[in-house]
């Protein structure tokens, strides 16, 4: 069993920045692929940013070059920066550990925190 827990989340301005974390704990030993999706109002629950422990990472077409992800493998701990925060970005953020690249998504959920980018 793996426990993911979220935070950073709030309210900010368009333009401004948020910086989410991610801890893991529990039988971390088989969490190889962690990743940050994101969920708005109405619709479809997306992958926004991804990494494994041997650092591939995965951006979103929507998010290349504002988000940046990292991982802290002491720590197991991954990271979301978020930059140029657009109200479009409004959306419950939720972490996901999983043991491949392949199984993320279908791994351990986090409870989500929310982001609030106002105009």
């Known amino acids: 069993q793996v426990h993911a827990v979220e935070s950073g989340g709030g309210l900010v301005q368009a333009g401004g920045s948020l910086r989410l974390s991610c801890a893991a704990s529990?039988?971390?030993?088989?969490?190889?692929?962690m990743g940050w999706y994101r969920q708005a109002p109405g619709k479809q629950r997306e992958l926004v940013a991804a990494?494994?422990?041997?650092?591939?990472?995965n951006y979103a077409d929507s998010v290349k070059g504002r988000f940046t992800i990292s991982r802290d493998n002491a720590k197991n701990t991954v990271y979301l920066q978020m930059n140029s925060l657009k109200p479009e970005d409004t959306a419950v953020y939720y972490c996901?550990?999983?043991?491949?690249?392949?199984?993320?998504?279908?791994?351990?959920w986090g409870q989500g925190t929310q982001v609030t980018v106002s105009s």
């Open positions: 990494i494994t422990s041997s650092g591939s990472i």
């Open positions: 529990g039988s971390i030993f088989s969490i190889n692929a």
């Open positions: 996901n550990a999983a043991p491949t690249w392949g199984t993320l998504g279908d791994g351990y």
